[in-house]
């Protein structure tokens, strides 16, 4: 029986689907264990070789727990809404519903093809209604509750009215906006409607405002930061700026300080939860406040502190407020909404200029910029406790949507601001009496004390900032703060592939849609482009209103009043792309369900995710936003579990190997041949490097013919070949590792791979490539080895010649068992560790061990072939039937059980060295004597040749180590 990887891989990926092999239900006789990816966009290239690497790792994992009797829920589902499609609509005109549908469909061909063990009868889609219904009830549900500080939770909005009924604004204590107003509750009960709705838009989980975004008009949505690179769009490339526009919002900050101390108790990369610390951002502080600068202030102190404190300031926050006497200058963002205000006529030109620049440079561009740039509004503030004027700046180091917008510079005690006082020739006020970073004075026992420093004069760190920051609240000009460097999330764009937002407004006041209304479905459309006047797509949809059901009065605050016959306008702007994989996870364990998003029964029961793989590009992005709805969803009632994934492991990427060829300059323009030099000889000519593709390509030489065939202009080409040594006549091309994509032409498609290999060598070589975590090169030409060590296996259980089956029922030997429960313990503990590739080495190991064995023993076979179904299931499938076990039942064999007593050394081989040469090898019981040891060697016919008749003048043992017999 040969080994046919196309006929075997074929018939049990027919088998798995046509069985519901890998199908879960719950099953409260087993231990759950919930495995998953973080589901891919099925974008229209399909899958290349570098995106299974995940994918199978996890299909290990999932594989080796059900070996093990743990019930796995292993699924798998697509983020379906998204930017790539919409362009492509943009483009042709085709509903952005038709591509998905297609490239989804390749996606699930090329998944199966590889033979994961994934329950497709739970494959979710975030596009389709039946899902996204779910996505606009938990946006819902954000929108009707707040975050109550003192039960340390979300709370509904009706318990935050009722409070204001009865004690006003003073009675709440909640995560709000700053400008919130303060109200009785009598003041509370005169409000209108409108009044009352707009108030607690100010303290909603989601609501709108006017923020700072990435705005791409090329695109025309806003983009995410992860969207931006380099300042352009990382889809097309299209400029991005900064721009001022009504989004809806959602106020993670609530959650701010859970969202740090979760991370102690989550198994995840340290690198990524400290790039969601440092994201995150808590500082213990003061908000200070520096009154603009009146020319007309009073000469006496008392009347100038009066006006100071009721005239306009600019608030900022500090971390240092001990060092505002070092105050020199302040910094305004460029978007700052007093920026023009501010701006004196003579500075008027510089300061737009300087505005418009900012504008079209990224978050990120901004935050990694090291040159000083900036411009002096020529206005001044007033630093409350020196009362000296104090020159206000707009630099585009600060960013409005973090923070006040505004910082204060104090030059000898930060090194941007020293730049930025160096660069604009501003004074640099000592505040200490040490010219050391003010940061090693913060520590109590430092003997520093301040200087030039007002009221904190001779004071120490601690005694300075608790003086300052008292009397600051004393005053009404500042006061201690927590402050976090996380902002509010931006939740809509402008596009139309997108989760409609269940919402709309009357009177300027948005309103959500009755839940019996759900899904609110995408309207049909005449173009996927913002309409002539700007608004986004949806604003092409005829009758995008809603009407409400007539309701008689409640008195509740969201029941707006009866409507007449026409519908109020409905929101235009679609969800983010990371509003669906915010809790996609719970829709796997009842995909079906119709009544809610996952019915308790199956929450409880899988309760979260136990091992998620997928890349860490995603920490401050996905993986923070479903931390932070999954612990809403707790406050709720709603799930059981804080955090929504106990493990996480990112996995590394798999890089292209790239292929050049060197074309003759002197060859170069229209109506010339192109010549192309071979590698070896580049350096004795002009050329210029061209990328090829891969697949013409093998063990680096260039397949001349199929070259002319692949571009139109290259079908007349002339080589230059190798003219001596091994590729003597060939056409060499260079190369070098880059990221794998369509513009390099290094894609290798797996579909070519697994049939060329089968889909079980390319699981083994992905493995087998390096650490799961870590980047390596794809290289087609080293899959051979472990094409080759699957044979190997094979030829373990069948001839080659005559394809019988070799396999016996004899009893295996100790040698044989000893390599079996060796390999047992190996890949046990590896996958345990999740060390993937150091598993097939010892496959590889036991193999050629068996092998030289000769060892076809079905007691060993049997358990090897379990072994290795987790990284190579079909052979597995094929030989575990062949052995003479049941269809099928690979997958729920029980793994087998390591015996530490077959790995017992009964004997050891001692090297024999007599006069500093090994001679020979003897085996001796590990318990005999020294004694015994060398009376045997000095009898062992071998050793007496050596002595030629010589009596040693001693012998030395070293147990367990050699034997030395010196003469």
Request: hydrophobic fraction near 35%.
């Amino acid at each position: 029986m040969e080994y046919n990887h196309r006929e075997i891989e074929k018939k049990w990926q027919q088998f798995w689907e046509e069985n519901q092999t890998y199908k879960t239900e719950i099953d409260h006789s087993k231990p759950k264990y919930y495995v998953l990816d973080m589901f891919p966009y099925p974008s229209g290239a399909g899958l290349h070789v570098g995106h299974p690497l995940g994918y199978i790792a996890s299909d290990i994992i999932s594989r080796y727990k059900k070996l093990k009797g743990f019930n796995v829920l292993h699924p798998m589902g697509f983020d379906s809404f998204g930017l790539p499609a919409e362009q492509y609509a943009i483009q042709t005109g085709q509903h952005p519903a038709i591509t998905t549908e297609e490239n989804i469909n390749t996606f699930i061909s090329q998944l199966k093809n590889i033979g994961f063990s994934y329950d497709w009868s739970r494959e979710i889609r975030t596009s389709d209604p039946n899902f996204y219904k779910w996505t606009q009830w938990i946006f819902m549900q954000l929108f009707n509750h707040y975050y109550d500080k003192s039960a340390d939770k979300a709370l509904p909005i009706s318990h935050l009215t009722a409070q204001f009924s009865t004690g006003g604004s003073a009675a709440v204590n909640a995560v709000c906006d700053e400008d919130v107003i303060e109200f009785s509750a009598e003041e509370w009960k005169a409000m209108s409607e409108k009044e009352q709705q707009l108030v607690l838009l100010k303290y909603r989980f989601t609501f709108p405002e006017e923020s700072y975004v990435n705005w791409c008009p090329g695109l025309g949505t806003v983009l995410s930061n992860d969207e931006v690179k380099d300042g352009v769009s990382e889809r097309g490339g299209f400029p991005v700026e900064r721009k001022l526009m009504k989004q809806w919002a959602m106020r993670i900050t609530a959650y701010a300080d859970r969202l740090l101390s979760g991370l102690d108790t989550i198994d995840w990369p340290e690198p990524l939860k400290e790039q969601q610390r440092n994201w995150i951002g808590r500082s213990q502080g003061a908000s200070v406040k520096f009154a603009i600068a009146d020319l007309r202030l009073p000469n006496d102190s008392q009347n100038r502190q009066s006006t100071i404190k009721n005239q306009k300031s600019i608030e900022v926050f500090t971390t240092r407020v001990d060092t505002i006497y070092g105050v020199s200058f302040m910094v305004l963002a460029p978007e700052h909404e007093w920026a023009m205000e501010l701006t004196t006529p003579e500075q008027k030109d510089a300061v737009e200029a300087y505005i418009k620049w900012a504008a079209s440079r990224s978050e990120v561009d901004r935050m990694a910029e090291k040159k000083v740039t900036g411009v002096f509004t020529g206005s001044y503030c007033i630093n409350p406790l020196s009362e000296e004027k104090v020159p206000i700046f707009l630099a585009d180091y600060v960013l409005a949507g973090y923070g006040t917008g505004a910082v204060m510079g104090v030059p000898s005690g930060d090194q941007r601001d020293w730049n930025f006082a160096t660069h604009f020739e501003l004074p640099i006020l000592p505040i200490l009496d040490s010219q050391k970073d003010i940061d090693q004075q913060a520590d109590n026992t430092k003997e520093g004390r301040y200087i030039n420093s007002g009221i904190i004069n001779g004071m120490t760190y601690k005694e300075g900032t608790d003086t300052l920051t008292k009397w600051l609240e004393e005053r009404k000009v500042g006061k201690g703060k927590v402050q976090y460097r996380l902002r509010n999330a931006v939740f809509s764009r402008q596009r139309y592939w997108g989760e409609p937002v269940p919402a709309y407004f009357k009177d300027g006041v948005p309103y959500l849609i009755d839940e019996a209304d759900l899904p609110l479905e995408l309207p049909k459309i005449d173009k996927y482009l913002p309409t002539e006047t700007g608004e986004p797509p949806l604003g092409r949809a005829e009758n995008w209103t809603y009407k409400p059901a007539p309701k008689p009065p409640m008195g509740a605050l969201d029941t707006p009043p009866l409507l007449g016959e026409a519908g109020w306008g409905l929101e235009l702007s679609t969800m983010p792309g990371w509003a669906g994989s915010s809790w996609y996870w719970y829709r796997y364990m009842d995909p079906q369900n119709n009544g809610t998003f996952a019915s308790k029964e199956a929450i409880d029961y899988w309760q979260r995710i136990d091992f998620y793989l997928g890349g860490s590009e995603h920490a401050t992005g996905h993986l923070l936003y479903s931390r932070f709805w999954n612990k809403f969803l707790k406050d709720l009632g709603l799930v059981p579990e804080e955090e929504f994934a106990a493990k996480l492991v990112n996995q590394g990427m798999i890089q292209g190997r790239s292929n050049f060829v060197y074309r003759l300059k002197s060859s170069e323009g229209e109506g010339k041949k192109p010549v192309f030099v071979s590698h070896g000889l580049k350096e004795q000519y002009e050329v210029t490097q061209l990328h090829v593709d891969v697949n013409i390509v093998e063990n680096d030489v260039l397949n001349t013919e199929a070259f002319k065939q692949w571009r139109s202009y290259y079908n007349e080409s002339e080589f230059i070949l190798e003219e001596s040594g091994p590729a003597k006549g060939k056409y060499v091309c260079g190369f070098a590792v880059e990221k794998m994509s369509k513009r390099l032409y290094n894609v290798v498609n797996p579909d070519d791979v697994v049939a060329r290999y089968g889909a079980d060598t390319l699981r083994l070589y992905e493995m087998f490539l390096g650490p799961l975590t870590d980047a390596k090169p794809w290289n087609t030409n080293g899959i051979s080895g472990t094409s080759n060590f699957l044979r190997k296996f094979w030829r373990l259980f069948f001839d080659d010649q005559t394809g019988k089956q070799k396999w016996v029922d004899a009893e295996p030997t100790a040698d044989e068992l000893k390599v079996l429960h060796r390999t047992i313990r190996r890949v046990e503990d590896d996958i345990d560790r999740y060390s993937f590739n150091t598993v097939v080495s010892t496959f590889m190991i036991a193999v050629n061990d068996l092998s030289d064995l000769k060892c076809h023993k079905k007691a060993i076979l049997n358990d090897m072939v379990i072994l290795l179904s987790p990284y190579a299931p079909h052979i597995s499938e094929e030989l575990w039937v062949a052995l003479g076990n049941e269809e099928g039942t690979i997958s729920s064999a029980p793994f087998p059980k390591f015996e530490p007593k077959y790995l017992v050394e009964s004997s050891f081989e001692y090297p024999i060295q007599i006069n500093g040469k090994v001679r020979a090898n003897i085996p001796f019981p590990i318990d005999m004597s020294k004694e015994d040891i060398e009376q045997g060697v000095l009898a062992n016919e071998t050793v007496q040749k050596w002595l030629e008749g010589n009596t040693p003048k001693k012998v030395v043992v070293v147990p367990k180590r050699i034997v030395n017999v010196v003469l």
